[in-house]
């Protein structure tokens, strides 16, 4: 069916504590988000997250019993890296990891509630724009920027995108977009916890590339 | 001492041959040459060809009696994949690793022929305008041209760029441009060399990316 509800993330337990191997599990089908977009271009983003999934699993394969959570990991290698943490291994690789989830997060929501430019409501620049500004531009320096810009032109029709998530079978976009919002109440709150738990363990950094 | 004269490409013999062991090792070099252009937005590209190269290198690898030149390859190739052929393994890793190759040769010798923009002297836009569009435009369809426009302007000054070039050392600017003529010598060679068998093989493809 689709191709995010074929991959629903899981309810986090009270205390919002992350799975490693459950999330693991569910964000290993999220780079193929970004053949959704059509052009590829993209195929370079999508490296840049396979490579920090790859990343923290490696981590987490060393010794499943020990990281059973994201925070786990995040605190063990804080103690075995204190000078250069949390700029090195999987907390390196989940700081980006989570931006990456946070733009599709915010594209996909900003879907679902209809935002769009009036007078191209088949255009989807707004929503990516905004994803944009509000989970990566400020990681970004002004060439990294720029190229976002010029690789805004390669976006998708609405249409065409909505069509590439439902693994492209005819659906309407009401009802994909139902889809999108079921999908995103777990989502949602895995990407929130995990950038909380950055705040609380202080792990966050905001250098640019 | 210079990046490119530890890593001299080697003569060519008579009948034009290139040899594949030779060529892998003086190529394994040029992908941190792309480290020259100071910006991280540039390793995107030194992936792409480090990837070719790994593609290539796997396949001889496989069985390097079989595959002594480059031709020997695109010529097996050419038997095992008829109707792929010749975008299909080491043959389409080498037609886009040989365009990389001619870019850095156009913006190396536009460099050492003193080509420059009066107005800007320190600055090497117009010798990397030059090398894209002789070596790469028509293979990037308008979205790329885009990007490329973009991350122009994280491209170095001469100054930076030569002096990354001599890895780091205070070298004169006529000492680095000496070195970088007796480098093209046997590389434009070699990169002539591998544009000829493909025009011979009818093995060039123009699609765009
Ligand atoms: C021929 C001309 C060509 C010219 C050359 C052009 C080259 C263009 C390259 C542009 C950049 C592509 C995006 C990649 C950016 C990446 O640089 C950043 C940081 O990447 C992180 O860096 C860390 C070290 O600082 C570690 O290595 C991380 O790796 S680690 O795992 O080793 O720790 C790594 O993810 N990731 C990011 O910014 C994440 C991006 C996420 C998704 C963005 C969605 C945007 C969608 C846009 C839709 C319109
Ligand atoms: C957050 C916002 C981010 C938005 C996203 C931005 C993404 C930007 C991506 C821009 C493209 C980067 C350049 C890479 C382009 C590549 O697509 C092409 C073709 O690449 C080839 O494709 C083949 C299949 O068709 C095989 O896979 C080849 O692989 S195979 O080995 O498997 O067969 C592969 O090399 N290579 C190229 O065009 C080669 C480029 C060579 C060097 C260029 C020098 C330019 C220097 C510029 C200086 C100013």
Known sequence: MSLLLDNQFKELPPDKSVDTKTFLEAVAHLPSFFDCLGSKVFS???????????????????????????????????????????????????????????????????LADGEKDENNPNLIKVNVTKAYEQALKKYHGWVVQKIFTAALIAAPYKSNFLKALSKGEEVKEEDCLANVRQFLVNYTATVDAIYEMYANLNAELDYTV
């Open 44 to 110: 370079v983003i999508k490296s840049d997250i396979n490579g920090n999934i790859v990343k923290i699993t490696a981590v987490y394969n060393k010794n499943p019993a020990k990281y059973v959570t994201l925070q786990d990991i995040l605190e063990a290698e804080r103690e075995e890296h204190e000078v250069v943490w949390p700029k090195v291994g999987a907390t390196l690789a989940l700081m980006w990891l989570k931006r990456g989830l946070r733009f599709i997060q915010i594209l996909l929501q900003s």
